[in-house]
């Protein structure tokens, strides 16, 4: 079973156009977050929901949005994709964020081509 | 001329040696230091887990050591088997900012039979 997927897999889009991510995770999981790694492997937080409310918003263009359904779900949605946007990004899920240190599961990423 | 690409540290071990992979850590006030593995293609897995308070961890084949005083982390394989080839992150978090992982630059680890 899948514990965190992320769809599509691979993303190859045109500079200027609107695109969305999608992810889903079955742990029971309340916070989910995004992340970009970048050509040189650098893994960076994006954005971190805990049930379906903002907790993490890093400094991001507002071109990204994310957006939680449920607390199942996060999906990622971009807009006037830029070159620049291009990297993997993935998905992952932890436990209630609270005093201590909870493992996050990651999803297998999704490659993003802007041309 | 300017290269271009990838360019992780690298760590180059003979299947069956021991493999020790080093971070550094500016951040005094982190509580959590965590070890993570990313095969090819794949998201990054967790490893290994260490409080701030703790010197040494050990899991299976796996050994985490905290120095403190030099701010700095290593991530110890036994018996490194080509399975073990990935990059490796070491990452830090407070509890003051619940699960928000800050990651270090990646290592990458080749294990030659």
């Known amino acids: 079973d899948t514990a965190v997927s992320q769809t599509p897999k691979y993303l190859v889009t045109q500079m200027g156009n609107d695109k969305s991510i999608k992810c889903e995770q079955n742990?029971?999981?309340?916070?989910m977050y995004w992340y970009k790694q970048d050509s040189k492997k650098f893994l960076k937080i994006m954005f971190s929901?805990?049930?379906?409310?903002?907790?993490i918003n890093e400094t991001v263009p507002n071109r990204f949005s994310p957006k939680s359904p449920d607390k199942a779900h996060l999906n990622l949605h971009i807009n006037s994709l830029e070159l620049g946007d291009s990297a993997v990004y993935f998905c992952?899920?932890?436990?209630?964020?609270?005093?201590?240190?909870?493992?996050?599961?990651f999803g297998p990423g999704t490659r993003l081509t802007v041309l | 001329g300017e290269s271009v690409g990838l360019h992780l540290p690298t760590l180059s071990v003979q299947e069956g040696d021991n493999s020790i992979i080093n971070c550094a850590y500016s951040?005094?006030?982190?509580?959590?230091f965590i070890w993570y593995k990313q095969e090819s293609g794949k998201g990054p897995q967790f490893i290994i887990d260490?409080?701030?308070?703790?010197d040494k961890r050990q899991g299976q084949r796996v050994t985490v050591l905290l120095n403190k005083t030099v701010k700095h982390l290593s991530l110890q394989i036994a018996a490194t088997q080509p399975g073990d080839s990935a990059v490796y992150f070491c990452?830090?978090?407070?509890?003051?900012?619940?699960?928000?992982?800050?990651f270090g630059e990646g290592t990458q680890l080749t294990v030659n039979p």
């Open positions: 992952a899920s932890s436990q209630v964020p609270g005093t201590s240190y909870n493992e996050q599961f």
């Open positions: 742990l029971g999981h309340d916070t």
């Open positions: 929901y805990n049930n379906k409310e903002l907790i």
């Open positions: 951040n005094s006030a982190s509580d959590y």
């Open positions: 260490i409080r701030s308070n703790m």
């Open positions: 990452a830090d978090a407070r509890e003051t900012s619940g699960s928000r992982l800050t």
